[in-house]
T-cell receptor, first 110, second 111 residues
């Protein structure tokens, strides 16, 4: 499985945008970029995924670098409920087996 | 909104006993998974299941583990003879084409 690198932790203030980076320099041409998050004491939750183009949904935006070696998950206005561990995962399909790393612990301050 | 449901939420069992963890995936989903998370560690893939058979499994998923979809709605994980190191949160997930949807998990405690 291709490897991703994320910062261990990030902090944000409520109602501010948050940009969560992920490096994946060994990504293959067919790998999808997935983002999941895990709130405290809950199961992982799908956030967004993309292949080449930037993507938006009701939860977040995903900005993918032109060379696809990095991506950024954007939370437009952080809320306290967004405090979670965020995982950037590469996968061969838009669904399928997920290999979780340590992720980025996001702390949101009121 | 459809969701994956898991029962029980917490299971305590004695070492050597068999346990069955149950999951009801989202109804139109085709792919089913089990993951586990030992306290303080990463979420680990165990097994994926498609078209009534295992499509992929990890090294963790040894002969002590089995999965079954006994009817059109349930998806179960059986651990035949539990060990202390099987204590973890077990998450069921299902997917159709976009993303995987996880249940809230079963906390398994082996004593």
């Amino acid at each position: 499985d291709a490897k991703t690198t994320q910062p261990n932790s990030m902090e944000s203030n409520e109602e501010e945008p948050v940009h969560l980076p992920c490096n994946h320099s060994t990504i293959s041409g067919t790998d999808y970029i997935h983002w999941y998050r895990q709130l405290p004491s809950q199961g992982p939750e799908y956030v967004i995924h993309g292949l080449t183009s930037n993507v938006n949904n009701r939860m977040a935006s995903l900005a993918i670098a032109e060379d696809r070696k990095s991506s950024t998950l954007i939370l437009h206005r952080a809320t306290l409920r967004d405090a979670a561990v965020y995982y950037c995962i590469l996968g061969g399909t838009s669904y399928g087996k997920l290999t979780f790393g340590q992720g980025t612990i996001l702390t949101v301050h009121p | 909104e459809p969701e994956v449901t898991q029962t029980p939420s917490h299971q305590v069992t004695q070492m050597g006993q068999e346990v069955i963890l149950r999951c009801v995936p989202i109804s139109n989903h085709l792919y089913f998974y089990w993951y586990r998370q030992i306290l303080g560690q990463k979420v680990e893939f165990l097994v994926s299941f498609y078209n009534n058979e295992i499509s992929e499994k990890s090294e963790i998923f040894d002969d002590q583990f089995s999965v079954e979809r006994p009817d059109g709605s349930n998806f179960t994980l059986k651990i035949r003879s539990t060990k202390l190191e099987d204590s973890a949160m077990y998450f069921c997930a299902s997917s159709y084409m976009i993303g995987a949807f996880f249940g809230q998990g079963t906390r398994l405690t082996v004593v």
